[in-house]
């Protein structure tokens, strides 16, 4: 099994490595640190961590809480927050990004596994509950209205991600939307799909035409991200 991937972003670096070795002792994999916003997200986009360790109060304009945002709009991954501060102003600030649990300084040993796992556990729980889609061979199931609705793969055009949300579009230009991140929903396709942004993923029936930064799906522009290129070109017959 491999090792959860965690991200420290701790604006003092002396923390930031004592935490890193922690987490090494514990048997996680623990990331370079990040010691501001703009850092922590050029290692999430480079390493891609299963997890994260925020310090609340950073260096810079931008705060842990912003980094928090992003990471639920955009990479939809579960995470805590770490800091000296424990203020009601503070604490309310953070409730706002709904944080599954919350580490204070000084830490332990014992405190940082126990918050880690009862973060990851829970998390596992919410995505379960949430989610609420099965998968039956080439079909997927979604809850609207109070029941489970069917949608074969073959009607899929592609998925959009919307903060928390991904919208599904279908043949028909009709919408769903699922309370369920772009990787999760992924892992339970088939491999006619393909993620092609961070924010899009495609059917590749309905790929029409590729140009150097963009796609045609039927009628209709999805951008390409550049770190998607290349596993694009991989699987299309290039002449």
């Known amino acids: 099994m491999e090792k959860t991937s965690i991200l420290v972003v701790e604006d003092e670096i002396i923390i930031a490595d004592h935490l890193c070795d922690v987490l090494e002792e514990l048997g996680y994999n623990a990331l370079e640190p990040a010691l501001n916003y ?3 997200i050029s290692q999430i986009e480079k390493e891609k961590p299963d997890f994260a360790i925020l310090d609340i109060e950073l260096g810079g304009k ?21 800091t000296s501060n ?24 014992e405190s940082i596994y126990t918050t880690i796992e009862i973060a990851l556990n829970n998390n596992q729980k ?12 080439d079909t997927l199931f979604i809850r609207e209205n109070g029941a489970f609705q069917k949608i074969n793969f073959k009607d899929i055009r592609y998925l ?51 140009n150097s930064s963009s796609l045609l799906i039927s009628n209709e522009k999805i951008p390409i991200g550049a770190k998607f290129k290349a596993d694009i070109r991989k699987n299309l017959n290039l002449l």
Do not use: W
């Not at 931008?62 to 927050?81: M, Q, V, W």
């Not at 424990?86 to 040993?109: C, I, S």
């Open 160 to 210: 959009k991600s919307d903060h928390v949300y991904t919208e599904i579009k279908l043949n028909n230009k009709s919408i769903k939307v699922v309370r369920i991140g772009l990787n999760s929903i992924l892992n339970r396709l088939s491999n006619k799909f393909v993620r092609v942004h961070r924010s899009y993923i495609i059917n590749y029936d309905y790929l029409t035409k590729i």
């Open 126 to 137: 919410i995505e379960s509950i949430n989610e609420s889609n099965y998968v039956l061979k």
């Open 38 to 40: 703009s850092e922590a």
């Open 62 to 82: 931008k705060t842990g809480i912003d980094l928090a945002e992003k990471i639920r709009e955009i990479y939809n991954f579960p995470f805590i927050f770490l």
């Open 86 to 109: 424990t203020d009601p102003l503070t604490v309310e600030k953070a409730k706002k990004v709904n944080p599954p649990a919350y580490l204070t300084k000084p830490f332990t040993k």
